[in-house]
């Protein structure tokens, strides 16, 4: 059920629009209670469209984005082996 999830959760960000979350009130409370972007500001928009190989517009929404990405992906990968009882990587092991 696990593995169903977070597969279906991967699969329905990578099919939705790279715009998808571009418009709309942002939900940061930094903004929202003092107007201030913090470093996660645009996160979520650069990640989605990086993942839809847009790197220009990744970059402009936030530069953490090129970290994070690659860093989810390895993690969400251990997750899945840690699933179906065969850890692919090891080093995340360390961790906990």
């Not at 696990?2 to 939900?27: I, N």
């Not at 003092?34 to 936030?62: K, P, S, Y």
């Not at 969400?76 to 080093?91: A, Q, R, T, V």
Request: aromatic share 18%.
């Amino acid at each position: 059920m696990l593995l169903a999830l977070l597969l279906g959760a991967f699969l329905l960000l990578f099919f939705l629009p790279a715009d998808y979350f571009d418009t709309g009130q942002s939900m940061c409370l930094s903004v929202v209670f003092f107007e201030l972007e913090c470093l996660g500001c645009g996160l979520t928009r650069g990640i989605m469209h990086l993942m839809h190989l847009d790197v220009q517009t990744a970059w402009q929404f936030n530069k953490l984005s090129f970290i994070i990405l690659p860093i989810g992906i390895l993690f969400w990968i251990h997750l899945f082996g840690i699933l179906i009882d065969k850890p692919y990587l090891s080093f995340f092991k360390r961790l906990y």
